[in-house]
């Protein structure tokens, strides 16, 4: 990666993960009951590089939100002024993450990476502000690759000082209108899909507005096809929210950290990881298949099987934050099962 200071990722644990195998086989239950839930206990030993692997007691979840300046092009049916609303909605305690989590016992931070509109003073956000969101795809780059570096950093900076903190589970949300647009884009140009493929509707496109979404994505993807460095691709068709979700991947993998992707903005961040760390996504666990068209384009880029399939499209997190119990209950049964009795 040259000179940039972009983590680097271990392997998953092999022998770990083959302790776990052969300790499955020895619990109380038929071989393979458990079907899923012990392909990731598995994973969660590989993750961690401990058999059993130990249960997450400390989730946390972190929000990252950021503008996209191609909503004034039209990608969107809202303006960009509801994600600092969202912001807000999410710092009271009143937004869907903001329930999940705590149904779920999860920590929320949330952290302004690049909100275009001035926030008032909130309690429990972070400002970490990079630019006041990006700018247009529909004419060049979203970002410099200097901003792109930089909202990285912001991202790998939270995480580092949350699983310093004591957080043993990292879920990545994301607010930001106009985010599908920029998320089609980078998935487009790291998985080799057309617009046509990766544009959903995301949060609501104007009347008759999806052709024109399309066309943005395309350009965009136009563009970041012509770059050769993962950060340029990240700079030119990503946002910093997304920037920032690849940065708390990053780290998360890199201590050995298990972190549930949510959907489609989740899984653009994690395409830009993988490229930027690579190792990054073999670490991930994904928590849902978002009911956007890309989010099942790139599981399969990235060889993620998602644990729910719930047709949720919101972000913030919510479809990982749902699944963090069965990311539990799995490292629970291995840990805790009683042995096989002898016959």
Not at 99 to 117: E, L, P, R
Not at 245 to 259: D, E, Q
Not at 322 to 331: E, N, R, S
């Amino acid at each position: 990666m040259g000179s940039h200071p972009f983590p680097s990722v271990p392997p998953l644990d092999v022998q770990a993960m083959e302790l776990a195998r052969q300790r499955w086989t020895t619990r109380a239950m038929p071989p393979g009951a458990l079907g899923r839930l012990q392909e990731l206990g598995v994973h969660l030993a590989g993750i961690t590089g401990r058999c059993p692997p130990p249960a997450p007691r400390n989730p946390v979840v972190v929000v990252f939100a950021g503008d996209h300046g191609v909503v004034a092009d039209g990608a969107s049916a809202w303006p960009s002024e509801i994600t600092a609303a969202m912001v807000a909605t999410v710092s009271s305690g009143g937004a869907a993450i903001s329930v999940f989590a705590d149904a779920v016992g999860a920590q929320v931070v949330v952290v302004d990476v690049g909100v275009k509109s001035p926030l008032p003073p909130l309690s429990g956000v972070r400002v970490e502000r990079v630019a006041d969101g990006t700018a247009s795809i529909a004419t060049g780059a979203a970002m410099t690759p200097e901003q792109a570096e930089a909202a990285v950093a912001v991202g790998i900076r939270i995480a580092s000082e949350q699983i310093e903190a004591g957080a043993d589970c990292l879920i990545g949300g994301d607010l930001g209108i106009g985010n599908t647009t920029a998320a089609a884009a980078l998935i487009g140009a790291f998985a080799g899909w057309s617009a046509h493929e990766v544009t959903g509707s995301g949060a609501g496109v104007p009347a008759g507005g999806l052709d024109h979404k399309r066309r943005l994505v395309a350009s965009a993807i136009g563009r970041a096809e012509d770059c050769l460095e993962p950060l340029d691709k990240l700079a030119a068709a990503g946002g910093l929210e997304i920037a920032a979700l690849a940065g708390l991947y990053m780290a998360a993998a890199h201590n050995r950290v298990p972190y549930i992707v949510d959907g489609v903005i989740a899984g653009a961040a994690l395409c830009a990881a993988d490229a930027l760390a690579p190792g990054t996504a073999a670490h991930a666990i994904a928590g849902h298949r978002s009911s956007e068209p890309a989010a099942s384009i790139l599981l399969d880029y990235l060889g993620l099987t998602p644990l729910l399939d719930l047709d949720l499209r919101l972000g913030e997190g919510t479809g990982a934050c749902l699944a963090f119990p069965l990311v539990q209950a799995a490292a629970r049964a291995l840990a805790e099962m009683a042995d096989l009795p002898d016959h």
